[in-house]
């Protein structure tokens, strides 16, 4: 009976072998490569031949001076961008459901969701050339205005506000689908019910829309709590420059020209350890308080 | 027809205006490029363009289909797209569908599941995961760039939910019929989930056009890159030690900003092209992992 049982089941076991040793390869060989952090690595000698140091590394990441630094930035960019973008969207898609000509809706909703399928490079040089100082159209209108232009991706300041605005404007869109199929499923006679009651638009919106959206609200906010270190790479690394390094360097650009540009292997995995470690904390907690709290099950 | 009141009507004004404006950020951007691309290079530099080109030209079109890094780039897109979008949809299928059996008749799905949801929790890291690829020996071959992204783990557990979602009764009655596994997959599951497929297969194919950073760090020699790791390094990096003599002086008759801009616009032409089928299906997609017993 047993042997009948695994024959029936083998089929599915064949299926899943070629993904299984994709996966052993490329996503779990690199959990055993953390080791490179706490050796003195050299890709000659690789991770069995590299002698061991300890903790040298990390203790070399905590004296660096400007790890806070990259840290903070990091904190501080990746909740703008998670407030900005819980914000937006849900207002967007309050705003949409007002309209009630449906091609309007539908053509406005075309245009928003475009940005989300552009790469960041794309993106980038479409930034890059409308804000730039001398030629970019953004200053034109400034300078039209009677303002003065401004170095928008070349001053400490302005930078992160542009990563923030630019990553809002390139998700927003896309972001308002679960709010408005959220909207969608609200039961209409709680409309009616409402405005026997007398109820006017915004109170409809303020009693019934928006407590039918409150699930999928607190479940989008526990979920984005798993990306607090999770500034964006790709957008940094396409927009940023030396100059900016200061309020704009993030853990991930950090790693990067660190390992792979000045060949620091064992620091900077040490970093990247110390970043993996603590996503997968939050990234943990946040799933766990989804499936408390929204009863959110991924699988 | 219902009268709307004063207040009503002041709203609707607001709120089209606000949803107007927005629409339009999201699209003029755009076309700003699309006019830079197509205006002539003195034009742009006396910053004449904004929405509709000045002194049409199609000198930096001609000039970047002409450029062999440009096309060979293109070429080696094309070939990751293909390969790489059959790749990921083969293991999908192949992962989704065992996955999307119950505990009692695939006893070790959930050991295989938690093992396939752990690489979504915990990375190894950006460092060893470019040893492990360098180890294998992938490095500047087009597998670097499908291989170790070949399980997309996320998809599998949409179709995976999707598959759940259908009667049991279909698999029953086609293992009546005397079908296996395989047979039930490929005729039975796949054919009325090509919504679900349909959706994974463009998101995947947007994907393997869009990305760059693999690329650019798995490649050693910027001939093998793909088209957005190379218009990565010529629209952002400005690296110019890879242009001749001829290409510079060339430089200075089309000018920068319009070839970047046209490559730019040849970047975004294939992702405006699928777009309209993406629309169709991806609110469908969106919706369709939540479904769950």
Redesign the interface.
């Known amino acids: 009976m047993i042997s009948f049982?695994w024959r029936?089941?083998l089929?599915?076991?064949a299926?899943?072998l070629?993904?299984?040793v994709?996966?052993l390869?490329?996503?779990?060989?690199?959990?055993?490569?953390?080791v490179?952090a706490f050796q003195k690595f050299t890709?000659f000698h690789?991770?069995f031949g590299s002698p061991w140091v300890g903790l040298k590394y990390f203790e070399e990441m905590f004296n660096r001076p400007d790890t806070m630094q990259v840290v903070w930035n990091t904190i501080y960019i990746a909740t703008m961008k998670i407030a900005a973008g819980f914000i937006v969207p849900i207002l967007?898609a309050l705003?949409?459901n007002?309209?009630n000509r449906a091609w309007?809706k539908r053509?406005?909703q075309?245009?928003?969701?475009?940005?989300h399928?552009?790469?960041w490079?794309?993106l980038?040089?479409?930034?890059?050339?409308?804000l730039s100082p001398s030629?970019g159209?953004v200053n034109?209108l400034l300078k039209a205005a009677g303002l003065k232009p401004i170095f928008f991706l070349g001053n400490l300041d302005w930078f992160p506000r542009v990563l923030v605005i630019s990553d809002v404007?390139k998700e927003f869109?896309f972001n308002t689908?679960?709010y408005l199929?959220a909207i969608a499923g609200i039961n209409p006679t709680l409309y009616e019910a409402a405005i026997m009651d007398g109820a006017n638009?915004w109170k409809q919106t303020l009693h019934v829309t928006l407590p039918g959206m409150l699930p999928i609200m607190v479940l989008m906010a526990t979920l984005s709590l798993g990306n607090v270190l999770n500034a964006g790479?790709?957008q940094v690394?396409?927009l940023y420059s030396p100059s900016v390094y200061q309020t704009g360097d993030i853990l991930?650009t950090m790693?990067?020209r660190m390992?792979?540009q000045s060949f620091q292997?064992s620091l900077?995995?040490a970093i990247?350890?110390f970043?993996?470690v603590v996503?997968?904390i939050l990234?943990?907690v946040s799933?766990w308080l989804a499936y408390r709290f929204a009863n959110y099950?991924?699988? | 027809m219902h009268v709307l009141s004063f207040g009503r009507r002041i709203f609707l004004t607001v709120n089209y205006t606000v949803l107007v404006l927005l629409a339009c950020s999201c699209l003029l951007p755009f076309i700003n490029v699309l006019a830079t691309s197509l205006s002539s290079s003195p034009a742009v530099n006396a910053g004449e363009v904004s929405l509709w080109p000045v002194d049409f030209s199609l000198a930096s079109y001609r000039y970047i289909v002409s450029n062999p890094a440009f096309v060979g780039s293109f070429g080696i897109t094309l070939e990751r797209v293909a390969l790489g979008t059959a790749v990921n949809m083969l293991l999908t299928i192949m992962l989704a569908y065992p996955l999307s059996k119950d505990n009692r008749s695939f006893r070790l799905r959930t050991v295989y599941v938690w093992v396939f949801v752990f690489t979504i929790l915990f990375h190894g890291g950006l460092i060893p995961w470019y040893m492990t690829i360098k180890m294998t020996h992938l490095l500047d071959t087009i597998w670097a760039l499908i291989l170790p992204g070949a399980v997309p783990v996320f998809n599998v557990i949409l179709l995976l939910n999707f598959f759940r979602s259908l009667p049991k009764e279909l698999e029953e009655s086609s293992f009546i019929d005397g079908a296996g596994h395989w047979t039930t997959m490929w005729k039975i599951y796949v054919p009325i989930s090509m919504p679900a497929i349909a959706t994974i297969l463009l998101f995947t194919m947007v994907g393997h056009w869009n990305s760059w950073f693999d690329g650019l760090i798995l490649m050693n020699s910027p001939k093998h890159y793909p088209l957005s790791s190379y218009l990565q390094t010529v629209i952002i990096q400005m690296d110019y030690s890879q242009l001749k003599q001829e290409d510079i002086d060339l430089l200075a008759v089309i000018s920068n900003r319009t070839t970047k801009a046209a490559q730019i616009i040849v970047g975004a032409l294939p992702i405006l092209i699928v777009y309209p089928f993406l629309q169709r299906y991806f609110v469908k997609g969106i919706v369709l992992g939540s479904v769950k017993e």
């Not at chain 1, 075309?110 to 940005?115: A, D, K, Q, R, V």
């Not at chain 1, 980038?124 to 409308?130: C, H, M, R």
């Open positions: 049982k029936r089941e089929p599915l076991h299926m899943i070629p993904g299984l994709l996966v390869i490329f996503s779990y060989m690199p959990m055993f490569g953390i490179i890709p690789g991770w967007v705003l949409l007002e309209v309007i053509g406005i075309t245009f928003i969701y475009l940005p399928f552009m790469s490079v794309i980038g040089g479409v930034l890059v050339d409308i030629e159209i034109a404007w869109g689908i679960v199929a638009r790479f790709e690394l396409v991930d790693i990067y390992g792979l292997y900077a995995t990247g350890l970043k993996s996503s997968f990234i943990s799933y099950r991924i699988f």
